[in-house]
């Protein structure tokens, strides 16, 4: 496995590093963490993350933001290329970054300047251009809106392990029964712990899983069609229902209009 490129820069004064890397379709970084939080923009391909938390999925042209210490593990699905902003915990403190991993929108400005600092040194000095460069990109990342593509993941080991399983094989079919039957415990049971241990129900963490396997394959140029009727919805126009209820446009508009600004 490559070294972490984030070890280069842990004991830079500097309130953020970028960097811009391309990866292969299947490249790996298993579990690891580090000091510096971690704002990593896939410019092309998709992502997906997982933590002890719950697992997200990052499309072309969006980000995931990891704050610092979050062991998490990174999955590169397809050809990616990525721009990672390495910030110090005082800085995304500073601008109130969440202590939360989260997939965010990424604004047509912060794009730009993300480009433009892919030239900054690791060490510029703290007045002129590169430093307030550095500023507006930190300040316009912490304004950058949240959206929903994350099913949390419980920590009771049964329900862990009922919920990898179908991640690994989603589909809107597998019903409550079903996955109480993986859990081994009753459906009462398992409704009442479910929401314990994620804060949702069962039935919306099917859909959040659901969303999450359609924009890995949506983003690897799948037909909507198809990746609509092999999770299990009625049709490709219930799946673009979901689809834009959650995250805010149909499945063409989202991967071919990233945010304004």
Known sequence: ????????????????????????????????????????????????????????????????????????????RGPVTMLNAYLHPRAAERVGLSRHCQVLGVSALVRQLLERAVDVPAEYAAEGRDAHLMGLLLHEMALMPAQSLNAPMPAEPRLAQACSAFLADPCLATGIDDMAERAGMSRRTFTRQFRQHTGISFLEWRQQACLLAAVVRLGNGEAVTRVAMELGYSSPSAFSTVFKGALGEIPSRYFSAPLAG
């Open 1 to 76: 496995m490559q070294k972490i490129e984030t070890e280069l820069y842990q004991d830079s004064a500097s309130d953020i590093v970028v960097t811009r890397r391309d990866y292969a379709d299947g490249d790996l970084f298993p579990m690891h963490s580090h000091r510096r939080g971690q704002f990593g923009y896939a410019a092309c391909g998709v992502i997906t993350v997982e933590t002890d938390a719950g697992n997200f999925a990052v499309p072309p042209l969006r980000a995931i933001w990891v704050p610092a210490q979050v062991p998490h593990a990174m999955h590169m």
